[in-house]
């Protein structure tokens, strides 16, 4: 019985390590600094605690940070003692200097005004680096484990130690603060209190922690998890319409391949180096492709000729001493093939191709080329067979050096001419043993995006990465898909990047640094089917994601937490109970034993229904508790999905189906519409001459024309799968026509305002939506924005000071906290009605947080104190 207890306690610990395990790499994420590139009240700061932590004999802090500006003096944290708070001179501090070692980043430790270690990091690295900092209080000694580097020392510590700790700006007469990240901070105080602070937040002023719900004070606040969703442009020019694209993670560049020269673009200084050859590289510019071995460095280009040589040097190598390329050997045969996949195998000895697309065929072989016979070989694979096709996705696992291959345009003959489908399917590629197998397959007829990059395998949680035009439209947007390599799956995770894909030469390369944990995305484009292409360069922090957890609220993962600490309880008191009822079973008859019986009584077992409890903190009067305390969704409004355009908050449509069809709006269709139907609703319309002059200023009349007609006939293309909507032109003015068949929540707000008693929560329900037209930043869309902002103010007041007039106080709070979230974050008039709904519902506490926020927010954006007392607002001393 004993062992089986030990054996209950063991498991439920190793369940819990997993769970804070899992937890704490929940979600990307991390703090950025603001440093001396701003003014003093415009820098970060991150204080730890709200109070000073004793520490009887040890203290341990962990954080992961790195340098985003190598060239910024600055504190990146310090220790501080409850009695010094003070005082110039923290316990300790550790900061960044940039010029104290030439060609390196010197970072101290100093305590007692002494530099107790000193950490030598490359200028420009901008990897991830662990930090520790062990302090042990009883022998007075204190250790440092950074960047492979371990420095033990002695330590002054008073007799009674009271900590706090502070990141970035601490005060003003020393407000220097590094240009430094942070993520994954840790304290451990003893053996017994553990505090974690992931950094996961998307806005606001609150870090959380997770393990005792703490809520600590960062100000001027950049969250880095934003940076795992949406791209950022870092580099465009122009280049040429083939230009050979790869990523060197040696040399940290991202090489573009011109005719007559080579562009590096570097991603650790995001400078541009430029290399013009000693005479031209071989091969036209219309026909030409690059790769770059990942072993060796060597950049290799080649043509549509390599494709059919055998027995020759088709090829040509970059030689970077010389700055010029070996001359190929000639070959008369070619293959005019685009589309095809060329990768390096395991020991990049060989390059092998698949697929691809020439003369109306598709086609589904893989070859290899030798480069010690200079021979193509057959690549035999047994197993599922993977039908012809082009724009298919492949990458390799580096765990188990297994290749997959993902969808594209094709089909099971390979002869154009028989029509072509989209394949969904995924497959595993052993070429060592040489098997091919098919995984899986997505069984959704409603599905049109294409694969336009290659994979980016993700070993640690079974997934991979593709950049996937988001229908089969030319000019449809891009986004990163996050792919299942278990399981039909998928999801969109990353905002979209605009292309404009009219040649079969235009397409948009993914690369991953596993140095700095980012991904590149490299878009080449002709526009307008221009002689020239013009490259892109986005960038993306590793792993993405999907910026669905509001870390700012509730906390994802203490919240999982909540759920599944408690369910590992129950299940090892109900496992310790069935073992006992089995135990003292073994002496009774054996049929009155029934186990199934005995299992249903374990969890089936009857309880009463929990009662609702109110918070202490909270003492509501029985006349004024009306309303539960509980703020969230109670005046959430659902619209329609069905034949329906959501354009307040984020814009969204819904075909007759229910489908949504979103994706079919690439952001020039979307702001088209935004113009011509608002135009429509407040005005008589708009004229060609004004939609040209917003969407394609400065371009010919021949151009603008021709792109103003192509972009109109796409918005028709979407409203035919819609009833009630068309694109019209009457009296010289382009507008949208529609009728009650097809769900506009803007229109359906004006109707409800009609009778704004009857339809108050709906009328709520849908400015907590917040603004119109989040997502498109023309100036000419501001006036119906403002407009709507004005208007959403004003009346959320008066339905706030209704409520409050009812001793509906819950809700009023509600209303003044959607004002101050989606239209004005200093409005005072909300203020007002917060303050005094929580005031009625004694959530004294509360009141007193939401205002010295208000104070922030108002001296922020203001650039003044805001001057009314609390007193004043809420009659509280």
């Not at 893989?366 to 012809?388: A, N, R």
């Not at 000419?780 to 902002?789: A, Q, V």
Request: proline share 4%; glycine share 4%.
């Amino acid at each position: 019985m004993n062992r089986f207890i030990l054996l209950i306690i063991l498991f439920l610990n190793f369940l819990f390590a997993r769970i804070d395990s899992t937890l704490a790499n929940e979600v990307a994420g991390g703090l950025r600094f603001y440093s001396q590139d701003q003014e003093f009240t415009k820098r970060t700061s991150f204080t730890l605690f709200d109070d000073y932590q004793p520490v009887a004999d040890s203290l341990r802090l962990d954080f992961d940070f790195k340098i985003y500006d190598s060239e910024r003096f600055g504190y990146i944290f310090r220790l501080i003692e409850k009695f010094t708070a003070e005082s110039e001179t923290p316990l300790c501090h550790f900061l960044c200097h940039p010029e104290f070692s030439e060609g390196k980043n010197t970072l101290f430790f100093i305590q007692n005004n002494k530099k107790s270690g000193k950490i030598l990091i490359a200028k420009n690295d901008k990897k991830w680096i662990p930090f520790s900092l062990r302090i042990n209080c009883l022998n007075k000694t204190a250790t440092i484990i950074c960047n492979d580097s371990v420095f033990k020392f002695p330590i002054d510590l008073p007799k009674n130690l009271d900590v706090n700790v502070v990141f970035g700006l601490l005060l003003r007469n020393n407000a220097e603060v590094a240009a430094f990240d942070i993520r994954n901070v840790r304290i451990k105080i003893a053996r017994k209190q553990e505090f974690y602070w992931p950094l996961n937040e998307i806005s606001g002023t609150i870090a959380h922690e997770t393990r005792h719900e703490l809520q600590s004070e960062v100000k001027n606040p950049n969250w880095l998890i934003k940076q795992h969703f949406y791209w950022q442009k870092i580099y465009q020019n122009k280049a040429d319409v083939m230009c050979g694209i790869d990523f060197n993670e040696k040399t940290q560049d991202i090489v573009l391949v011109n005719q007559d020269s080579l562009l590096l673009y570097n991603v650790v200084t995001n400078k541009v180096t430029a290399q013009r050859y000693q005479g031209k590289r071989p091969f036209e510019k219309d026909s030409h492709f690059s790769i770059i071995n990942p072993k060796t460095g060597e950049l290799i280009s080649y043509d549509f000729n390599f494709l059919k040589a055998n027995g020759i040097k088709a090829y040509s190598i970059y030689q970077p001493d010389r700055q010029s390329w070996t001359v190929p050997e000639t070959n008369a045969e070619r293959e005019d093939n685009h589309l095809h996949v060329m990768f390096w195998n395991n020991d990049t000895s060989k390059l092998i191709k698949f697929g691809g697309y020439a003369h109306y065929k598709f086609f589904n072989d893989f070859k290899s080329y030798d480069f010690g016979s200079h021979e193509w070989e057959t690549v035999p694979l047994k197993g599922d067979m993977v039908y012809p096709r082009s724009h298919a996705a492949l990458g390799k696992d580096p765990a188990n050096q297994l290749y997959y291959l993902f969808g594209g345009l094709g089909n099971k003959e390979g002869e154009q001419v028989l029509g072509v489908q989209n394949f969904y399917d995924l497959y595993s590629l052993d070429f060592k043993n040489h098997r091919s197998k098919k995984l899986w397959e997505l069984d959704d007829k409603s599905l049109v995006f294409i694969p336009r990059s290659q994979m980016v395998v993700e070993p640690s949680d079974s997934s991979f990465y593709v950049v996937c035009n988001q229908s089969d439209k030319q000019d449809a947007a891009l986004c990163l898909y996050k792919f299942s390599l278990k399981e039909p799956t998928y999801e969109i995770v990353s905002d979209s990047l605009p292309s404009d894909f009219y040649t079969i030469s235009d397409n948009a390369f993914l690369f991953k640094n596993d140095r700095l944990e980012e991904l590149y995305c490299v878009v080449r484009s002709t526009p307008d089917k221009q002689s020239e292409a013009q490259v892109t360069i986005y960038k993306l922090n590793y792993p993405p994601t999907r910026l669905t957890v509001k870390a700012a609220s509730t906390n994802g993962a203490r919240s999982l937490r909540r759920i599944i600490v408690p369910v590992c309880l129950i299940l090892g008191i109900a496992f310790a109970f069935l073992f006992f009822r089995l135990r003292k079973a073994k002496d009774k008859p054996e049929e009155e034993i029934d186990a199934e019986d005995q299992v249903s009584e374990v969890f089936t077992t009857k309880s009463d229904q929990p009662k609702q409890v109110i918070s202490p903190l909270v003492p509501v009067t029985e006349k004024e508790a009306e309303e539960p305390l509980a703020l969230a969704h109670t005046v959430e409004y659902v619209r329609p999905r069905t034949n329906a355009i959501w354009l307040i908050g984020k814009f969204s449509i819904f075909d007759q189906k229910g489908r949504n069809i979103t994706h079919l709006c690439s952001s020039k269709i979307k702001s088209l519409f935004f113009l011509i139907f608002l135009s429509t609703l407040y005005d008589d319309g708009i004229n060609s001459d004004e939609l040209s002059d917003v969407l394609w200023p400065g371009m010919d009349k021949t151009r603008t024309k021709n792109n103003r007609s192509v972009t109109m006939n796409h918005l028709r293309k979407i409203f035919e799968d819609m009833e009630g909507i068309a694109l019209v032109h009457e009296d010289r003015n382009w507008k949208i026509s529609f009728d009650q068949s097809v769900y506009i929540d803007l229109v359906d707000l004006q109707r409800k305002k009609e009778d704004k008693v009857t339809n108050a929560r709906d009328i709520i329900g849908l400015y907590a939506l917040g603004n119109i037209i989040q997502d498109d930043k023309i100036a000419e869309l501001d006036k119906y924005k403002g407009n709507f902002e004005s208007e959403a103010v004003e009346v959320l007041t008066a339905f706030g000071q209704e409520f409050l007039d009812k001793h509906q106080y819950a809700i009023c709070n509600e209303i003044a906290g959607i004002i101050h979230t989606h239209y004005d974050e200093v409005n005072e008039n909300a203020l007002e009605l917060k303050l005094a709904a929580l005031s009625k519902l004694r959530n004294y506490n509360k009141a007193r947080q939401e205002y010295d926020n208000f104070c922030q927010r108002f001296k922020l954006l203001m650039g003044i104190e805001f001057t009314v007392p609390f007193s004043k607002l809420t009659g509280i001393e």
